[in-house]
């Protein structure tokens, strides 16, 4: 009889030492385990929208390249005129015109 109530006591301890180690470490991590999971969401949701952000800005600097291009282009073409519009000037000014 007396191993049976030795063996009960044991068993007790042991239950309650489990219950406490269940109670305090493995709910704490399971807790801490959903927040990292959560957080995770949030860092993929950011990552996603700042993949879009740089998508977007990329294809807006495009953009204004090809409007700078055009426009330097218009701005040489301008000056192209100019010129020659100054030496045709130049030009009728020795002919006395």
């Known amino acids: 009889m007396e191993i049976l109530e030795i063996c009960v006591s044991v068993t007790v301890v042991l ?3 489990g219950g406490l180690i269940v109670f305090s470490i493995v ?9 990292l999971r959560l957080m995770i969401g ?3 949701d ?8 740089l998508k977007t800005s990329n294809e807006r600097v495009h953009r204004l390249e090809g ?4 426009l ?3 701005s040489q073409k301008a000056h192209d005129r100019i010129d020659a519009f100054l030496k ?10």
């Open 15 to 17: 239950t309650a030492l």
């Open 27 to 35: 709910r704490t991590l399971n807790k801490s385990n959903d927040d």
């Open 42 to 44: 949030e860092l993929r």
């Open 46 to 53: 950011l990552i996603a929208e700042i993949r879009h952000d």
């Open 67 to 70: 409007e700078v291009r055009e």
């Open 72 to 74: 330097k282009y218009s």
């Open 88 to 97: 045709e000037a130049a030009a009728h000014e020795r002919l006395g015109h």
